[in-house]
C-alpha cells in the first residue's frame, strides 16, 4: 500500500455464520456489527487440505484427474516427525472429490475432513468476534456487503466489541388433526433484551366474517387461508433480518412444521440471508437420529433450541414444560396451563371462539422464551462460550466441537498441524468412572465433607497431560533426551515440555476467579464447565484427540491421591466413611456443640496439613509443581449412607455408593435435610416418594426414634389408601426417542405415551399406574393402584431409612409376602395396617 492511499474502513462485529458456496468458489461470512447493522462478507479463499509427504506419489496417481498444487508446509506434523505437504485447489467442489478419494483409500490428513469456511476461521483465529477492513456497499438481504473484504481477529489492545445480535424467538400453534399451522407468532429482541416486540399470524377459522381478516392495530394478523399466512411469516423474517431463530422445544416441534407445510404448498423456505439467491439453498431441516439431535440449517442465521440450552444450564427444574422453566424463572406462565388432552380441547375452543386470544396464547408463547434466556443468563452464556471456543451458537454447549476448535487453533500458535481424524473403527476404551471408596452403612454424626477442588483439570496441569505432551513422550522414548518423561499410574507417558491443555487450564482458573470476584456466577459456570468436559473428550473416539490412555492417566492419578488422602485421614485417627472421585466424607470426633465456625477451624487445619503433603509427595515422586487443592466443603450433624442391600442383614456394613442424606449445618447455626442420589432428588421417582423422604429423615435427623418413625408410616399408608395423596402419585419421565422406536421392551412411560397418541415425538410423559397398569395422567383412568405405590414408592423409602438407622426392617420388606396376608406387620410394638 502506498503511504498516500488512504486507509479502508474498519468495522467491529459478530461472526453469526460462516459457510462455503460450492457452485461460486467462494467463502461468505454473516454476522452483526457492533453499530446494529448486519453485514455479509465475501471471501475469495483458495480451498486446500495437508498431506504427508510420503503420501505424495500416491496421491498424484490418485489424483491425476483433478487440478491442484502442491506447497511445502509451514508446519509441523502433530508428531514432529513428519513432513507436509499443502495441496491448493481451484475449484471448492474439486477439494471435496479430492478429500473423498484420499479417505476411502485409507490415506491420512491432518485438515481435510474440515469444511473450508473452519479452516478459513483458525487461520484467521476468528472466534465470534472479528474485525472487517475494506470497502462495503448496501445489500439486499443484510445491510452492508464487503465484496472482498480483509477479515481480522479483534483487536486486543482496544475496548471490548459489543454487539447487539437479533433474536427472533418463533412459536407455532397447529390443528393436531390434521398438521395445519392455525397460527405463528414472532417475539423479537436483541441480546440485551431491553424490550419485545413482534406479531403473530393467525389462520383465520371457518366460517369467519371479513372483519376477521384484517384486523387494524397491533393485535393478531389473520389470513384467509395458510399458504397466505407461511408466506407472510418467511417475508417477516426476512424484513426483521434476526442473527437467531428460537423457540421451545423448537427443533423438535415448531421448525420441522413449519419446514413441513412450506414443503407442502411449494412455498420457498427462504428464512436465510442468502435465500433465493443463486449462491444457496433456502433453510434446511435435518431430523435426529438414535442419539444425534435434530438441527437446522439457514444460511447466514443460527438456530437454537431454548429448552436445550436451558437443559445445558446450572439451574435444574422440575421438569422441562415451558410453563414449568416460565413459571420458576419469570414467576408468570402461558395464557393455557392445561396439558394433555385439556389443552387440546381447551386451544380448539378458544380458535373457534376467541381467535384473538387464541393468537395472544401463542405470542406470550413465543415471548416467554426470550424473558428466559435474559432472566436466566444464558443466552448471554451462548454467546461466551461460543466466544470463548471459536464454534457457532448452535453448538456452544457441545463438548467435542467445542474442544477440538480450541485446541486446533493452539496448535496452529505454535505452528503444529493437527493429528488426523480417527478411524470409524477405532475403538476408545474410555475411562474407568471416578474412584468410589466402600461406603459405610449406617447412621453417623458430625460428619466433615472435603473436597479436591476441579480435580481433573488440576491434575492435568499439574502433570502436564496433554495430547501433544503424550505424542512427543512417544517420540521420546525413540529417541532419548535429557528430562525423563513423566508416568502416570496407569502407564501413559507424558513430556515434560509445557503441554497447551496445563496453559489453557490455567487461564481458565484465573478468568473464573475474575468472574468469582465479581460476583458473575454465570461466567464463572462457563469456565468450569468447560474445564470440566476436558476430561470426557479425551475418552471418547469421536474425538480426534481421543485415547484410552489420555483419559485413563487422569482417573488413575485421581484414583492415587484419593487413597493417599484416605490413608492420611485413617493414620490420624479419623474414619472415612465414603469417597467418591474427588470427595471424602469424614468423621470428625466433634461434638453436636460445635458450630459451623469450629468446623472451620478444624478442617481447615487439616486441609492445610494434607495439602502440605500431597504438595511435598508430588514433588519427590514427580519433581513436579502440585496444583492439587483440598478444601473443606460442608458439615452434617447427621449422615446416612443406606444400606447396599434392600434386605438389611445382620452385620451387613457396606453401603449403597452415591446416594445419601444429610443434616446440613447452615452458617446461621440452623440445620436443612439434604439428599443426593436418593428418592428426593430422583426426577423419576414420584412426588410422594420425595417428599415423605425428606420429612422422614427430617425425623430421624432430629432425633424421633423408631416407634415415631413407625407410626409415621402408617399415617402415610392411612393417607395413600383413603385418596389423600393422589395428587402426588404422578411419575413424569422422559423420552429420548418417539415411542414406536421401542420395540425390543415397553417401558411403562412409553405405553402411557402411545395412550395420549404420541407419534414422531418426543418429552417428558406424565402417568399415574392404575389397577389397569401405567396410563396418562392427564386422561381418565382407571382407579390407582395403591398397592403398587405402597410397594414401589412407599416402602422402599422406609426400608433403607431403617436399615441404616438400625432398626428392624421386617415391616417394611414386601418379598414373599402376599397382598392379602400384611396385616399384623410390627416395628417395635407398633402394628402396622396396610390393608
Given at each position: 500500500?502506498?503511504?498516500?492511499?488512504?486507509?479502508?474502513?474498519?468495522?467491529?462485529?459478530?461472526?453469526?455464520?460462516?459457510?462455503?458456496?460450492?457452485?461460486?468458489?467462494?467463502?461468505?461470512?454473516?454476522g452483526r456489527l457492533e453499530d446494529g447493522r448486519s453485514?455479509?462478507?465475501?471471501?475469495?479463499?483458495?480451498?486446500?487440505?495437508?498431506?504427508?509427504?510420503?503420501?505424495?506419489?500416491?496421491?498424484?496417481?490418485?489424483?491425476?484427474?483433478?487440478?491442484?498444487?502442491?506447497?511445502?508446509?509451514?508446519?509441523?506434523?502433530?508428531?514432529?516427525?513428519?513432513?507436509?505437504?499443502?495441496?491448493?485447489?481451484?475449484?471448492?467442489?474439486?477439494?471435496?472429490?479430492?478429500?473423498?478419494?484420499?479417505?476411502?483409500?485409507?490415506?491420512?490428513?491432518?485438515?481435510?475432513?474440515?469444511?473450508?469456511?473452519?479452516?478459513?476461521?483458525?487461520?484467521?483465529?476468528?472466534?465470534?468476534?472479528?474485525?472487517?477492513?475494506?470497502?462495503?456497499?448496501?445489500?439486499?438481504?443484510?445491510?452492508?456487503?464487503?465484496?472482498?473484504?480483509?477479515?481480522?481477529?479483534?483487536?486486543?489492545?482496544?475496548?471490548?466489541?459489543?454487539?447487539?445480535?437479533?433474536?427472533?424467538?418463533?412459536?407455532?400453534?397447529?390443528?393436531?388433526?390434521?398438521?395445519?399451522?392455525?397460527?405463528?407468532?414472532?417475539?423479537?429482541?436483541?441480546?440485551?433484551?431491553?424490550?419485545?416486540?413482534?406479531?403473530?399470524?393467525?389462520?383465520?377459522?371457518?366460517?369467519?366474517?371479513?372483519?376477521?381478516?384484517?384486523?387494524?392495530?397491533?393485535?393478531?394478523?389473520?389470513?384467509?387461508?395458510?399458504?397466505?399466512?407461511?408466506?407472510?411469516?418467511?417475508?417477516?423474517?426476512?424484513?426483521?433480518?434476526?442473527?437467531?431463530?428460537?423457540?421451545?422445544?423448537?427443533?423438535?416441534?415448531?421448525?420441522?412444521?413449519?419446514?413441513?407445510?412450506?414443503?407442502?404448498?411449494?412455498?420457498?423456505?427462504?428464512?436465510?440471508?442468502?435465500?433465493?439467491?443463486?449462491?444457496?439453498?433456502?433453510?434446511?431441516?435435518?431430523?435426529?437420529?438414535?442419539?444425534?439431535?435434530?438441527?437446522?440449517?439457514?444460511?447466514?442465521?443460527?438456530?437454537?433450541?431454548?429448552?436445550?440450552?436451558?437443559?445445558?444450564?446450572?439451574?435444574?427444574?422440575?421438569?422441562?414444560?415451558?410453563?414449568?422453566?416460565?413459571?420458576?424463572?419469570?414467576?408468570?406462565?402461558?395464557?393455557?396451563?392445561?396439558?394433555?388432552?385439556?389443552?387440546?380441547?381447551?386451544?380448539?375452543?378458544?380458535?373457534?371462539?376467541?381467535?384473538?386470544?387464541?393468537?395472544?396464547?401463542?405470542?406470550?408463547?413465543?415471548?416467554?422464551?426470550?424473558?428466559?434466556?435474559?432472566?436466566?443468563?444464558?443466552?448471554?452464556?451462548?454467546?461466551?462460550?461460543?466466544?470463548?471456543?471459536?464454534?457457532?451458537?448452535?453448538k456452544a454447549w457441545t463438548s467435542v466441537v467445542s474442544?477440538?476448535?480450541?485446541?486446533?487453533?493452539?496448535?496452529?500458535?505454535?505452528?503444529?498441524?493437527?493429528?488426523?481424524?480417527?478411524?470409524?473403527?477405532?475403538?476408545?476404551?474410555?475411562?474407568?468412572?471416578?474412584?468410589?471408596?466402600?461406603?459405610?452403612?449406617?447412621?453417623?454424626?458430625?460428619?466433615?465433607?472435603?473436597?479436591?477442588?476441579?480435580?481433573?483439570?488440576?491434575?492435568?496441569?499439574?502433570?502436564?497431560?496433554?495430547?501433544?505432551?503424550?505424542?512427543?513422550?512417544?517420540?521420546?522414548?525413540?529417541?532419548?533426551?535429557?528430562?525423563?518423561?513423566?508416568?502416570?499410574?496407569?502407564?501413559?507417558?507424558?513430556?515434560?515440555?509445557?503441554?497447551?491443555?496445563?496453559?489453557?487450564?490455567?487461564?481458565?482458573?484465573?478468568?473464573?476467579?475474575?468472574?468469582?470476584?465479581?460476583?458473575?456466577?454465570?461466567?464463572?459456570?462457563?469456565?468450569?464447565?468447560?474445564?470440566?468436559?476436558?476430561?470426557?473428550?479425551?475418552?471418547?473416539?469421536?474425538?480426534?484427540?481421543?485415547?484410552?490412555?489420555?483419559?485413563?492417566?487422569?482417573?488413575?492419578?485421581?484414583?492415587?491421591?484419593?487413597?493417599?488422602?484416605?490413608?492420611?485421614?485413617?493414620?490420624?485417627?479419623?474414619?472415612?466413611?465414603?469417597?467418591?472421585?474427588d470427595s471424602l466424607f469424614v468423621e470428625t470426633g466433634?461434638?453436636?456443640?460445635?458450630?459451623?465456625?469450629?468446623?472451620?477451624?478444624?478442617?481447615?487445619?487439616?486441609?492445610?496439613?494434607?495439602?502440605?503433603?500431597?504438595?511435598?509427595?508430588?514433588?519427590?515422586?514427580?519433581?513436579?509443581?502440585?496444583?492439587?487443592?483440598?478444601?473443606?466443603?460442608?458439615?452434617?450433624?447427621?449422615?446416612?449412607?443406606?444400606?447396599?442391600?434392600?434386605?438389611?442383614?445382620?452385620?451387613?456394613?457396606?453401603?449403597?455408593?452415591?446416594?445419601?442424606?444429610?443434616?446440613?449445618?447452615?452458617?446461621?447455626?440452623?440445620?436443612?435435610?439434604?439428599?443426593?442420589?436418593?428418592?428426593?432428588?430422583?426426577?423419576?421417582?414420584?412426588?410422594?416418594?420425595?417428599?415423605?423422604?425428606?420429612?422422614?429423615?427430617?425425623?430421624?435427623?432430629?432425633?424421633?426414634?423408631?416407634?415415631?418413625?413407625?407410626?409415621?408410616?402408617?399415617?402415610?399408608?392411612?393417607?395413600?389408601?383413603?385418596?389423600?395423596?393422589?395428587?402426588?402419585?404422578?411419575?413424569?419421565?422422559?423420552?429420548?426417542?418417539?415411542?414406536?422406536?421401542?420395540?425390543?421392551?415397553?417401558?411403562?412411560?412409553?405405553?402411557?405415551?402411545?395412550?395420549?397418541?404420541?407419534?414422531?415425538?418426543?418429552?417428558?410423559?406424565?402417568?399415574?399406574?392404575?389397577?389397569?397398569?401405567?396410563?396418562?395422567?392427564?386422561?381418565?383412568?382407571?382407579?390407582?393402584?395403591?398397592?403398587?405405590?405402597?410397594?414401589?414408592?412407599?416402602?422402599?423409602?422406609?426400608?433403607?431409612?431403617?436399615?441404616?438407622?438400625?432398626?428392624?426392617?421386617?415391616?417394611?420388606?414386601?418379598?414373599?409376602?402376599?397382598?392379602?396376608?400384611?396385616?399384623?406387620?410390627?416395628?417395635?410394638?407398633?402394628?402396622?395396617?396396610?390393608?
Amino acid at each position: 500500500m502506498n503511504l498516500g492511499e488512504p486507509l479502508s474502513p474498519q468495522f467491529r462485529g459478530f461472526l453469526v455464520h460462516a459457510w462455503a458456496d460450492h457452485r461460486q468458489d467462494r467463502l461468505y461470512l454473516t454476522g452483526r456489527l457492533e453499530d446494529g447493522r448486519s453485514f455479509a462478507a465475501v471471501q475469495f479463499w483458495r480451498p486446500c487440505f495437508h498431506i504427508y509427504e510420503h503420501d505424495t506419489a500416491r496421491c498424484a496417481d490418485l489424483l491425476s484427474s483433478i487440478k491442484y498444487e502442491v506447497f511445502p508446509s509451514d508446519l509441523e506434523s502433530f508428531s514432529g516427525t513428519e513432513k507436509l505437504l499443502f495441496l491448493c485447489f481451484s475449484r471448492y467442489g474439486d477439494r471435496s472429490r479430492a478429500a473423498k478419494i484420499l479417505e476411502q483409500t485409507g490415506i491420512p490428513s491432518p485438515d481435510m475432513d474440515m469444511k473450508p469456511q473452519d479452516l478459513f476461521l483458525a487461520e484467521k483465529y476468528i472466534r465470534g468476534f472479528l474485525r472487517i477492513r475494506g470497502d462495503s456497499r448496501p445489500g439486499r438481504l443484510v445491510n452492508l456487503v464487503f465484496p472482498d473484504a480483509e477479515i481480522l481477529p479483534p483487536d486486543t489492545d482496544s475496548n471490548p466489541i459489543k454487539v447487539p445480535l437479533q433474536i427472533a424467538s418463533i412459536d407455532i400453534e397447529t390443528d393436531t388433526r390434521n398438521g395445519t399451522i392455525r397460527a405463528v407468532a414472532i417475539a423479537l429482541t436483541d441480546s440485551d433484551f431491553c424490550g419485545t416486540s413482534g406479531l403473530v399470524r393467525v389462520l383465520a377459522p371457518t366460517p369467519c366474517n371479513t372483519d376477521c381478516i384484517t384486523v387494524p392495530g397491533t393485535g393478531p394478523v389473520f389470513h384467509a387461508d395458510e399458504p397466505s399466512l407461511l408466506r407472510s411469516f418467511v417475508a417477516d423474517i426476512q424484513d426483521m433480518d434476526p442473527d437467531v431463530l428460537t423457540g421451545w422445544n423448537f427443533l423438535d416441534f415448531d421448525f420441522p412444521r413449519l419446514a413441513e407445510r412450506c414443503e407442502h404448498y411449494g412455498i420457498p423456505f427462504a428464512l436465510g440471508r442468502a435465500a433465493g439467491s443463486a449462491n444457496q439453498d433456502g433453510a434446511k431441516f435435518f431430523s435426529g437420529e438414535g442419539r444425534r439431535s435434530a438441527a437446522a440449517l439457514v444460511p447466514g442465521r443460527q438456530v437454537i433450541d431454548a429448552l436445550r440450552i436451558v437443559r445445558s444450564g446450572p439451574r435444574r427444574f422440575s421438569d422441562y414444560t415451558l410453563e414449568t422453566v416460565s413459571q420458576a424463572v419469570l414467576g408468570e406462565g402461558k395464557i393455557v396451563a392445561a396439558s394433555g388432552k385439556d389443552k387440546i380441547a381447551e386451544l380448539d375452543r378458544l380458535y373457534a371462539e376467541d381467535p384473538r386470544l387464541f393468537g395472544e396464547y401463542c405470542y406470550k408463547d413465543a415471548a416467554l422464551v426470550p424473558g428466559i434466556l435474559a432472566k436466566t443468563g444464558l443466552f448471554r452464556l451462548t454467546l461466551e462460550r461460543a466466544a470463548l471456543t471459536g464454534v457457532s451458537l448452535d453448538k456452544a454447549w457441545t463438548s467435542v466441537v467445542s474442544f477440538e476448535r480450541i485446541y486446533g487453533m493452539e496448535l496452529r500458535r505454535r505452528s503444529i498441524a493437527l493429528p488426523p481424524p480417527n478411524p470409524p473403527d477405532f475403538q476408545v476404551s474410555g475411562a474407568a468412572g471416578g474412584t468410589v471408596l466402600e461406603p459405610l452403612s449406617g447412621l453417623f454424626s458430625n460428619v466433615a465433607v472435603f473436597d479436591f477442588r476441579s480435580l481433573y483439570p488440576t491434575i492435568m496441569r499439574s502433570f502436564n497431560i496433554d495430547p501433544l505432551a503424550h505424542e512427543r513422550a512417544i517420540i521420546h522414548e525413540r529417541s532419548p533426551q535429557d528430562q525423563p518423561a513423566i508416568i502416570a499410574p496407569n502407564g501413559a507417558a507424558f513430556s515434560r515440555q509445557p503441554g497447551i491443555l496445563p496453559e489453557l487450564i490455567a487461564n481458565y482458573f484465573a478468568e473464573r476467579r475474575k468472574a468469582l470476584d465479581a460476583g458473575d456466577e454465570n461466567a464463572a459456570f462457563v469456565y468450569k464447565i468447560l474445564m470440566n468436559s476436558f476430561y470426557g473428550v479425551l475418552g471418547t473416539a469421536s474425538c480426534r484427540y481421543g485415547r484410552t490412555e489420555l483419559a485413563g492417566s487422569i482417573t488413575s492419578f485421581a484414583r492415587k491421591w484419593l487413597l493417599l488422602s484416605q490413608d492420611w485421614f485413617t493414620e490420624r485417627g479419623y474414619q472415612v466413611l465414603y469417597g467418591d472421585t474427588d470427595s471424602l466424607f469424614v468423621e470428625t470426633g466433634l461434638g453436636d456443640e460445635a458450630s459451623l465456625d469450629e468446623y472451620i477451624k478444624t478442617c481447615g487445619t487439616l486441609t492445610t496439613e494434607l495439602n502440605s503433603f500431597l504438595t511435598e509427595r508430588i514433588g519427590s515422586e514427580y519433581n513436579l509443581e502440585s496444583f492439587l487443592e483440598l478444601r473443606f466443603e460442608k458439615a452434617y450433624r447427621r449422615f446416612l449412607i443406606p444400606p447396599l442391600r434392600s434386605i438389611h442383614d445382620e452385620g451387613e456394613t457396606r453401603g449403597r455408593a452415591k446416594g445419601y442424606g444429610g443434616y446440613l449445618i447452615d452458617s446461621d447455626g440452623a440445620m436443612s435435610v439434604e439428599v443426593k442420589g436418593m428418592e428426593a432428588v430422583r426426577s423419576d421417582a414420584t412426588p410422594l416418594a420425595r417428599r415423605i423422604q425428606v420429612e422422614l429423615l427430617e425425623l430421624v435427623f432430629g432425633g424421633g426414634g423408631e416407634e415415631a418413625f413407625g407410626r409415621q408410616i402408617v399415617e402415610i399408608l392411612r393417607e395413600l389408601r383413603q385418596g389423600k395423596l393422589d395428587e402426588e402419585l404422578v411419575y413424569r419421565k422422559r423420552l429420548s426417542r418417539p415411542p414406536e422406536t421401542y420395540t425390543a421392551s415397553t417401558p411403562p412411560q412409553v405405553k402411557a405415551a402411545r395412550l395420549l397418541g404420541w407419534k414422531g415425538r418426543r418429552g417428558t410423559v406424565e402417568y399415574v399406574w392404575t389397577i389397569s397398569g401405567p396410563e396418562p395422567a392427564s386422561l381418565p383412568h382407571a382407579p390407582f393402584d395403591y398397592d403398587h405405590y405402597t410397594d414401589a414408592q412407599v416402602l422402599p423409602v422406609a426400608l433403607s431409612i431403617a436399615a441404616a438407622a438400625g432398626w428392624d426392617t421386617e415391616p417394611f420388606q414386601k418379598k414373599s409376602r402376599s397382598r392379602q396376608s400384611r396385616k399384623d406387620l410390627v416395628t417395635g410394638q407398633l402394628e402396622l395396617e396396610f390393608l
